[in-house]
Antibody, heavy 120, light 109 residues
Framework: QVQLVESGGGVVQPGGSLRLSCAASGFTFSSYGMHWVRQAPGKGLEWVAFIRYDGSNKYYADSVKGRFTISRDNSKNTLYLQMNSLRAEDTAVYYC?????????????WGQGTLVTVSS | EIVLTQSPATLSLSPGERATLSCRASQSVSSYLAWYQQKPGQAPRLLIYDASNRATGIPARFSGSGSGTDFTLTISSLEPEDFAVYYCQQRSNWPPGYTFGQGTKLEIK
């Protein structure tokens, strides 16, 4: 069965950096685009970034463009999110999600999430 | 950027009743409209994709409809486990991106 397990969350000071990982199993990771989606405490869902199956294209939400970088290692079945210049408003649970359909149009499997807290 | 507006923000119904949730887009979207269910402390779960297709394992009481700018999620007869928050989501070709509605909370009356 499809499993996505995020790790790397924690508490970081404003301006700091953090790298999230998402270990995938139960499907052919190298064949699917992958997403990061976040949810601030008590708020709704916000899409963060998408990477194509081969890493050839990457898209970002305006709120994180220039600060966050999505990447993947298909040999390790792992997705990453490098987060730099973190702000208080980046505090959220970060989910990785498997893309499905054209251009990863929908998110058909989700991890359990990892909490990132940006605070001094 | 396409904005998705969900209504109502909160819907109070009883088990056995029919629920109708709305998602309106600021401009016409392709058929890439999906619905998700999220329960407290859990990750979202895909219910409906491409506006009207049920995802794997989703009960038949969940159905989706609509096109263009107006979409609807219908739950024909509410079960106790259906009380949750529901989000719609779309994919844009240009600029490339994905957006969620703000959510509808379905609560027990």
């Amino acid at each position: 069965q499809v499993q996505l397990v995020e790790s790397g969350g924690g508490v970081v000071q404003p301006g700091g950096s953090l790298r999230l990982s998402c270990a995938a199993s139960g499907f052919t990771f190298s064949s699917y685009g992958m997403h990061w989606v976040r949810q601030a405490p008590g708020k709704g869902l916000e899409w963060v970034a998408f990477i194509r199956y081969d890493g050839s294209n990457k898209y970002y939400a305006d709120s994180v463009k220039g600060r966050f970088t999505i990447s993947r290692d298909n040999s390790k079945n792992t997705l990453y999110l490098q987060m730099n210049s973190l702000r208080a408003e980046d505090t959220a649970v970060y989910y990785c999600a498997k893309g499905a359909g054209t251009g990863g149009a929908r998110f058909d499997y989700w991890g359990q999430g990892t909490l990132v807290t940006v605070s001094s | 950027e396409i904005v998705l507006t969900q209504s109502p923000a909160t819907l109070s119904l009883s088990p056995g009743e029919r629920a109708t949730l709305s998602c309106r887009a600021s401009q016409s979207v392709s058929s890439y409209l999906a619905w998700y269910q999220q329960k407290p402390g859990q990750a979202p779960r895909l219910l409906i994709y491409d506006a009207s297709n049920r995802a794997t394992g989703i009960p038949a009481r969940f159905s989706g409809s609509g096109s263009g700018t107006d979409f609807t999620l219908t739950i024909s007869s509410l079960e106790p486990e259906d009380f949750a928050v529901y989000y719609c989501q779309q994919r844009s070709n240009w600029p490339p991106g994905y957006t969620f509605g703000q959510g509808t909370k379905l609560e027990i009356k």
